[in-house]
């Protein structure tokens, strides 16, 4: 009596395997663990706060690990009135913060100066930094700052991560 | 003690160049020279031991066109006393107070930050709110709300603030309260 077996069938991995782009799979892991480096300046800091709280929490869209270091962080929210006195170490931060980094301008001050048209107030950090998200209100609410996490979320399952991230991996190839 | 003792007090032993009541406060001018004198003279003699704030106003074009204002309090007499000087742009020195109140030292910073006005004998005269090169005194009645761009590398810098269009600017009109109110317009 011969055995016979499936010659394809590999009864430890079949039903584990996933095949997928690997732009794809390094988005996904990206996009659901973002950690923000909490650029809080003014009250939009405030909604942060409470967007990290257990009435929203932020830990839902794999995002609660704020980290006051930006040498750990992925993202850095603005969330603020950014004065040219504090504008300067803003930038300073940001050149901290490894690749890949995002940066999303929370609310109107961060996103254009706000209300505060005066000779202190820098209007808008997309003058510094190359701002990703905007989130309008003053401050914006809760939810805002949600929904401009999963615009980020988004925008960054459309990057082409290898090809223009990791160069040097496709010249291997 | 009233007003009327505190102004007789004062009036028995200084020069008073000008003295206002309205609403029940009191507020007399001295000169710039006595200025220190005077205060020392209200803390430690009229009990006026606590000082809410320093400010200045600038007249501008008026001679003498700046003023330094002492807002002052007596804690057991509950007795509010407002101190005015008249400084001279020419000469942009007024006598610290921070010997006397130790509470002056970042008022008095605050005042020289915004308004250029230097304060003789203060321990510490650096720019409190704006950095440290900026070359401007940006409360001064010649300088634009807009602001005037300055650069000083590594540290700060700044520019011109556009004060017209955007969504948060008041636009002037007739035609009602909701074509006036700052808001989100499209481009047109």
């Given at each position: 009596m011969v055995q016979t077996a499936p010659a394809a069938y590999d009864s430890k991995v079949e039903g584990n395997v996933i095949i997928s782009r690997l732009d794809a799979c390094i988005n996904w892991m990206r996009k659901n663990s973002l950690w923000p480096?909490?650029?809080?300046?003014?009250?939009c800091a405030i909604e942060m706060m409470a967007t990290a709280c257990s009435r929203y929490d932020i830990a839902r869209f794999g995002a609660?690990?704020?980290?006051?270091?930006p040498r750990q962080s992925d993202v850095m929210i603005v969330a603020g009135t950014v004065t040219y006195k504090m504008a300067l170490a803003v930038k300073r931060i940001y050149d901290q913060m490894p690749e890949p980094k995002w940066v999303i301008a929370m609310g109107a001050c961060a996103s254009s100066g706000g209300m505060y048209r005066s000779y202190a107030v820098l209007q808008g950090i997309d003058h510094l930094l190359p701002v990703d998200i905007y989130i309008s209100g003053c401050p914006p609410r809760p939810e805002a700052l949600l929904e401009g996490l999963m615009k980020l979320q988004h925008k960054i399952d459309r990057e082409r991560a290898i090809a223009d991230q990791k160069k040097e991996l496709l010249e291997v190839f | 003690m009233t007003h009327a003792d505190v102004l007789a007090k004062l009036q028995d032993r200084f020069q008073i160049l000008a003295k206002t009541e309205f609403r029940g406060e009191l507020t007399p001018e001295v000169p710039l020279a006595e200025i220190e004198t005077v205060c020392r003279a209200c803390k430690?003699?009229?009990?006026?031991?606590?000082?809410?704030d320093v400010s200045s106003v600038d007249n501008f074009g008026e001679e003498p066109r700046f003023e330094v204002v002492y807002e002052l309090y007596s804690l057991e007499q509950k007795l509010h006393l407002r101190l005015k000087t008249k400084v001279s742009e020419d000469h942009l020195e007024v006598p610290t107070v921070s010997t006397v109140w130790q509470t002056a030292d970042w008022h008095e910073r605050e005042v020289y930050d915004m308004m250029g006005i230097r304060f003789s004998g203060h321990p510490d005269l650096r720019r409190i709110l704006m950095w440290e090169g900026y070359p401007y005194f940006p409360l001064r009645k010649d300088f634009p709300l807009e602001g005037k761009p300055s650069q000083m590398p590594d540290v700060a810098f700044s520019e011109v603030a556009p004060?017209?269009?955007?969504?948060?600017v008041t636009s002037p009109t007739d035609s009602g309260t909701k074509d006036r109110e700052p808001r989100a317009r499209g481009l047109d």
């Amino acid at each position: 009596m011969v055995q016979t077996a499936p010659a394809a069938y590999d009864s430890k991995v079949e039903g584990n395997v996933i095949i997928s782009r690997l732009d794809a799979c390094i988005n996904w892991m990206r996009k659901n663990s973002l950690w923000p480096m909490p650029m809080g300046l003014a009250c939009c800091a405030i909604e942060m706060m409470a967007t990290a709280c257990s009435r929203y929490d932020i830990a839902r869209f794999g995002a609660e690990v704020m980290r006051f270091s930006p040498r750990q962080s992925d993202v850095m929210i603005v969330a603020g009135t950014v004065t040219y006195k504090m504008a300067l170490a803003v930038k300073r931060i940001y050149d901290q913060m490894p690749e890949p980094k995002w940066v999303i301008a929370m609310g109107a001050c961060a996103s254009s100066g706000g209300m505060y048209r005066s000779y202190a107030v820098l209007q808008g950090i997309d003058h510094l930094l190359p701002v990703d998200i905007y989130i309008s209100g003053c401050p914006p609410r809760p939810e805002a700052l949600l929904e401009g996490l999963m615009k980020l979320q988004h925008k960054i399952d459309r990057e082409r991560a290898i090809a223009d991230q990791k160069k040097e991996l496709l010249e291997v190839f | 003690m009233t007003h009327a003792d505190v102004l007789a007090k004062l009036q028995d032993r200084f020069q008073i160049l000008a003295k206002t009541e309205f609403r029940g406060e009191l507020t007399p001018e001295v000169p710039l020279a006595e200025i220190e004198t005077v205060c020392r003279a209200c803390k430690q003699e009229l009990g006026f031991n606590l000082l809410l704030d320093v400010s200045s106003v600038d007249n501008f074009g008026e001679e003498p066109r700046f003023e330094v204002v002492y807002e002052l309090y007596s804690l057991e007499q509950k007795l509010h006393l407002r101190l005015k000087t008249k400084v001279s742009e020419d000469h942009l020195e007024v006598p610290t107070v921070s010997t006397v109140w130790q509470t002056a030292d970042w008022h008095e910073r605050e005042v020289y930050d915004m308004m250029g006005i230097r304060f003789s004998g203060h321990p510490d005269l650096r720019r409190i709110l704006m950095w440290e090169g900026y070359p401007y005194f940006p409360l001064r009645k010649d300088f634009p709300l807009e602001g005037k761009p300055s650069q000083m590398p590594d540290v700060a810098f700044s520019e011109v603030a556009p004060l017209a269009g955007g969504p948060f600017v008041t636009s002037p009109t007739d035609s009602g309260t909701k074509d006036r109110e700052p808001r989100a317009r499209g481009l047109d």
